[in-house]
């Protein structure tokens, strides 16, 4: 039977036998930190885009608190004292309130309008294989790169021989239709990523198309829909060309035009406070809105890249 024989240690050069003593590590390296100069100028840029972005704002909202004496002796130093006034002024006065009910009414209209016959045609495009499928698709995709001052002279009289110029319908109608595209592409891609398993046991347990579209899969879709929801939200809330052509009769302004009848009024009037607190009015909702979804809406855009 044959054994196996350990073998002797080497010996070192003293002829001793080595030990884990005796082996010493090799002293660490200084390990330079890799993209540092990238870092700091990535951080500096973003910290000027912050400041560019951010000043203009404070600026407007502490000046909307000031008199029309102070906006000109002293524009960069903090208010005296709040000024109420200005806003009241601008709310009552300058229509405002008015301009704020019907924006709400329209954008309101138009955004729930858009959400629900975009998620359906979305969901259809990305999830049924039909004839026509591709074609339909890159419709709603050519609709996105349709500048929309070529439509202004056509859907002027298309709008008026339907009989809905000045009206809020007729608005939440054009509103719709010029959302729809980017809508549809967005919730496209959204509705890919969602996972089939879960809709294929929903047909399984004999739940119908509809059910399964409202119970099942708009529910996984929130993400999406929150980010299209404010991006639809900015747009249609600072579009200002479709309601000037469209929309011409003075009870029925929306917020945009408000906005430059009051630039005029009070810039005759020299009434700047006015003007200023009109302005933070219009900006407070886009604010408010983006501050609360804003961890939806980048939850939205990486969803499809995490998956």
């Known amino acids: 039977m044959k054994t196996t024989e350990t073998p002797a240690p080497l010996p070192a050069e003293s002829g001793a036998p080595i030990t884990k003593t005796d082996v010493r590590p090799p002293p660490p390296v200084k390990e330079k930190k890799e ?11 973003l910290v000027i885009w912050a400041f560019m972005v951010v000043m203009p704002l404070l600026w407007a909202v502490m000046t909307s ?7 000109f002796s002293s524009p960069w130093s903090l208010p005296d004292s709040l000024h109420f006034d200005n806003w009241s002024r601008a709310w009552t006065q300058a229509n405002m309130s008015d301009y704020f009910l019907n924006t709400v009414l329209v954008v ?6 858009t959400l629900v016959l975009g ?19 890159f419709l709603f995709i ?14 002027f009289y298309v709008v008026n021989n339907m009989g809905l110029l000045n009206t ?14 980017f809508t549809v592409f967005f919730l496209t891609a959204f509705f890919r990523t969602l996972p089939t398993s879960i809709a294929e046991a929903a047909f ?8 399964t579209f409202f119970q099942i899969m708009l529910p996984m879709a929130k993400p999406g829909l929150i980010s299209v929801g404010i991006f639809n939200f900015l747009g249609q809330w600072n579009q200002y060309m479709l309601p000037t052509v469209l929309n011409t009769d003075p009870d029925k302004r929306v917020l945009t035009q408000g906005l430059v009848q009051l630039a005029v009024s009070q810039g005759y009037k020299g009434d700047w406070s006015g003007l200023f607190a009109g302005l933070v009015m219009a900006m407070l ?3 408010a809105a983006y501050i609360i979804f804003q961890r939806q809406v980048v939850q939205g855009l990486t969803a499809g890249a995490l998956k």
């Open 108 to 113: 309101g209209g138009s955004l729930i309008g």
């Open 35 to 45: 993209g540092t100069v990238l870092n700091v100028f990535s951080h500096g840029v």
């Open 285 to 287: 909702p886009v604010l």
């Open 204 to 211: 399984v347990d004999g739940a119908s198309h509809s059910r």
């Open 119 to 137: 998620s359906m045609a979305a969901y259809v495009l990305a999830r049924f294989d039909f004839p026509g499928n591709r074609f339909i698709y």
């Open 168 to 181: 809020i319908h007729g608005l939440i109608l054009v509103y719709i239709a010029y959302s729809l595209p």
């Open 142 to 155: 050519g609709g996105m790169s349709f500048p929309i001052m070529l439509a202004l002279v056509p859907l």
């Open 65 to 71: 608190f000031k008199d029309d004496r102070s906006i």
